[in-house]
């Protein structure tokens, strides 16, 4: 990724400028996040793995006029890998408008903010919790002085008021947000406000410390129903208070399987949860799909290897079309001649994402 310099122009009235870039993940949840109450905290906990290659950066500068009258900061510019998104603008002028209570060292501020995206763009994969965590360390960055516990707390809290999943792409690894009254699989203090990592060498047993992840693309086409639509519907969803129940259940399974390398487990788990949020966004009012015929395809491919070979392997999806083949490591050469000979012709234009988890985002 080239990285162009902000362009701010000298402006007389503006008596200082700080500027700062941050690189920051995509997640793949294992257990999802689907639905949410007030102000935008989650109906259940959910828990994911940070990407490591499919990233967004942000170069921000934040610049402070010599007179304002407004409390809150207010973009001045936005430019996506060069262009202006007009939809992608109002949603970070309204967050930044929703939220100068929790940012008050920024009122009055004007920012200017130039993203860049480390994949492509055609591919569908959804880009927003790796943007809004970019933006909410960016803006926490200025007038830091918090230790890093409590900075990238902080952190997570503002980028889950930009975009829920976004306060999971703030850490690596594995990462759980929302209150979980589970003593038995977690030490850490869990909230509803903001993600904590969880880590490898306490949750994970070795099997599930390199994951790689096969982002098969089915479909690039936006979709037709937003996840914020989603959540929406989740609100009178008939099925709302059996998700909450299965989602904590699940969670506490998951936690016990990854810590003990049982991949029969977490592969069942993964699997139902993923089709368990097609199911719910099936049985909304009105219903939907998001799933296409080659996203069955692959998922019985998938299926199909795993029996016959008795592999740790498993899938998830988002809130949409493509399939995500998680996998150790050590499976790489293996998975991806199977990708290559048996899932690619499911794929649009042959196209998939060879990542993997990584270790979170970085201050460039
Ligand atoms: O963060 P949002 O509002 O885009 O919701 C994302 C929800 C899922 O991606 C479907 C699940 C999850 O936990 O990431």
Redesign the pocket.
Known sequence: MSKPNVNVKSDSKITSTYCCSWRAPS???L????GKWGRQLPMNP?L?FSLKHSCIEFDTCIETPADFTTTNPKLKSLLVDGKEIAKFSARIEKFLASTGDLLPELAGKEISIISRASFPHSTGI?S??ASMAALALSLCSFQRTEDDLEFFRRASLIARLA????C?SVYGGAVLWGRCEDDACIDEESSDEYAIPLSSEKYLAPLFRNMKDAILIVDSTPKKVS??A??QMMIDHPYREARVVLAHENLHKILLALKSGDAKVVAEIVEMEALG?HGLMMSSMPSYLLVRPNTIHIIERVRELRERESLPIFFTL??GPNVHLLYPQELTSKIKAFVAEELLRFCEGGEWIDDEVGSGPLRL
């Open positions: 997640n793949i949840a257990i999802k996040y689907w959910s994911s959804a927003s919790a975009s829920g999943s976004a999971r996840s914020s989603g959540h949020l988002d809130a």
